[in-house]
């Protein structure tokens, strides 16, 4: 009988130990999961003003404002964030030259993928410090009436930003709760900063011959240009989150500034934009 107990009892702790792993293994998942917040943002509404100069066509600097529209996917857990976004601007800017007023339409496209590692070290329950890299491509189009045959330009700026985030977790004061609940909030401060700068771009002084040649050949003269020129960008905002949906809304303020390689045609902008933006919880 003693022979029998032994034998049962070597067949079932082996068992036994399988499956205590297994449910370690799936609580670690849930609890992954449960520190796990995805976000859609919708809606990232902004305005702000604008300046650009190309010495392709012209040294004076136009200004003026613009509207951007864009969205995004977020992801975040306490290891890691991931970032996915689209967005597009369109503004008008506008010169004085010799009591002539000459105007500039200028709009933008620009896809972004950003992936940020916590720094645990430095890292606590309120404050949140991250580091990584961003991937970003910016593609700007203008159109100007006045420079006749130069009227339209096209550019492109593949980047590879190095990134940096720290977020402030907190609570509204009890003086301004009026009672109710205390709401989660945050304020962040993200920087990047191009390492790897490229420009997709046309020649000295471009003309643009469609027009007489019945054809619509827009990057017959561009070129690209490697580990030339500068992007920097950097986004202040603060988030609000709801107590009921975990839902939240953003309002941000984002500066980005781009140059290209210094050469004779040199091209720069520079965008300044206040933002509002829904996020959405979707887990």
């Known amino acids: ?92 800017t506008t010169i004085l030259v010799d009591g002539t ?3 500039s339409m200028l709009f933008t496209f620009n896809t972004r993928y950003k992936r940020l590692y916590t720094l645990q070290n430095l890292s606590t329950n309120n404050w949140t410090y991250k580091v990584g890299g961003t991937i970003d491509l910016l593609t700007v189009a203008r159109f100007n009436s006045s420079l006749n045959n130069n009227s339209i330009g096209l550019e492109g700026f593949p980047t590879i930003f190095g990134s940096f985030k720290v977020n402030k977790n907190f609570t509204r004061p009890p003086f301004l709760r009026k009672r109710k609940p205390a709401k989660r909030q945050s304020l962040s401060l993200a920087v990047d900063i191009g390492l790897v700068n490229t420009a997709f771009r046309n020649g000295y002084a471009y003309t643009f011959h469609a ?38 809304i953003r309002f941000s303020y984002i500066w980005e500034g781009v140059r290209s390689a210094k050469t004779p045609d040199r091209f720069s902008l520079t965008t300044g934009m206040f933002q509002y933006t829904l996020l959405h919880r979707l887990n």
């Open 211 to 248: 027009p007489f040649y019945n054809s619509l050949n827009l990057f017959k003269d561009h070129n690209f240009s490697w580990f030339a020129g500068f992007r920097v960008r950097t986004a202040l905002a603060y988030t609000l989150y709801s107590n009921k949906n975990k839902n939240g």
């Open 101 to 103: 007023t000459n105007n």
């Open 1 to 92: 009988m003693k022979k029998y107990l032994l034998v049962m009892l070597s067949l079932l702790i082996p068992l036994f130990l399988v499956a205590q792993e297994s449910s370690k293994e799936v609580i670690s998942k849930e609890t992954i999961a449960s520190e796990q917040t995805i976000y859609r943002e919708i809606t990232g509404l902004g305005l702000g003003r604008l300046a650009f100069r190309d010495f392709a066509t012209s040294p004076l600097i136009y200004k003026g404002l613009g509207l951007s529209l864009g969205g995004g996917r977020r992801k975040t857990d306490e290891k890691k964030e991931v970032y996915f976004s689209i967005r597009g601007l369109f503004g008008i």
